[in-house]
Structure formats: C-alpha cells, structure tokens
C-alpha cells in the first residue's frame, strides 16, 4: 500500500542526525518538523530568516507573525534565533547547512530535479531550491511515485525546467526508496513500502535503476 503524507515525513525524519541543521521545502517536507525523533536536537532552518523551528502550532498556539518560508504557521524550539533572509541565505550557500529534504515535480535517473515550475503556469517564483540544491551537503527529495495521471514521476530526463543537475542523495515516493550511487550513476532501490513489491516500483518506474542488493521493508 502506498505511504500517505505523513508516513513519507516520518520516512524521511529517519534521515535525520544529531546535531543537524536542516532545511525543510514546502508541502511534504514541512510535516518533518513533527517526526523529530525524541531525545534528538536537530535545527530546522527556513529562508525566511529562522533558526529552530519545532513542530506545527496546536490551535492555541498559532502566532500569526511566526511563519516558515511557506508562509505556514510555525513553533519556534528554545534558543531559536531571527535574523534576516540575507543572512540565512549566507548560510545556506556558504554550505552551513547538513541537509535538505525537498518535494519536487520530477527526479531524473541521474540526479536532476525539477521542482519550482510548469511552463504556462502562474508561480509564486524559485524561492530557495536552487541554492540549496548547490550549498547544501545532503538533498532527500520525498514525492508521489506517480503523477494524477498515473505516469512516473521518476524518469530518464527531467522534461520540466530543472532546479539543479546531479543533486538529489536521495528519492523517497509513496511505493519506495532510492539512494544515489555516485560511481554507477544511478539511484539503487533499496526500501519498498509495506505491501509494495519490487515489480510494482520496477513497473511504475520509467527511469533506469539499480536492483543488486537486498531490498527491505520501510518501517512506517
């Protein structure tokens, strides 16, 4: 069965260390803020200009003037800092920040994403994904295997105007997980979802991966 929302978050939080700085994209990613796993300190940076932000507010905690990059409404953890969006910017190109985990539109088999645009379609603009694809150590794109007309998302060639070439460490879809593997060029297969077989991520995918290792069952 394919991962809901909140599993693909939880999935993806299981990427986070210790100590980490992380920047969190818009949709998906966000709801990583709430599967910080217990006992771990991590620092969850927006562009905006914030540094520490915790989970999603309850209904009595919204703070109308304390919001992410998306313009959502935010928590802030204890020893938060606010500073300018120059500055956060400076971090994140100046390669301060651990990783990124980013929705995107289309992943290529080697690497590419594309993720801020549709050609003929009224965007709100780039926001930060380019310079966090270039300054960022580690990328984990989390995104739907299959677009609403059930075409892969995951393809040879990005055929939307790309974010970054050769950038994204990681791919988790609703139906599995890929790692880069630099050397061969390709993403390997290495987690389905429970109840996902390996010929169903093999069949939904149009790009060309790597099948040579044991493949696990995510726990969700």
Known sequence: MALDRNQL????????RDGY????????P????????????????????????????KDSEVDADLVNAGKQTVTAVKGASF??????????????????ILGAMEVSQGGDLANWMIPGKLVKGMGGAMDLVAGVR?????MDHCNKKGESKFIPACTLPLTGQHCVHMLITDLAAFE???KAGLFRLIETAPGVSVDE???KTAATILIDRAVTVMAV
């Open 201 to 203: 991520v093999k069949a």
């Open 21 to 28: 700085y992380v920047n969190l994209g818009i949709g998906i």
């Open 9 to 16: 978050a939880l999935r993806a939080s299981r990427e986070l």
């Open 138 to 142: 580690r990328v984990v794109v989390v």
């Open 83 to 100: 500073f300018s969006s120059a500055d956060s910017f400076a971090m994140i190109r100046g390669g301060h920040i651990d990783l990124a």
């Open 30 to 57: 966000t709801l990583v803020a709430n599967h910080v796993p217990v006992g771990m300190t991590v620092w969850l940076q927006s562009e905006n200009g914030l540094l520490g932000m915790g989970p999603f507010p």
């Open 180 to 182: 880069f593997d630099s």
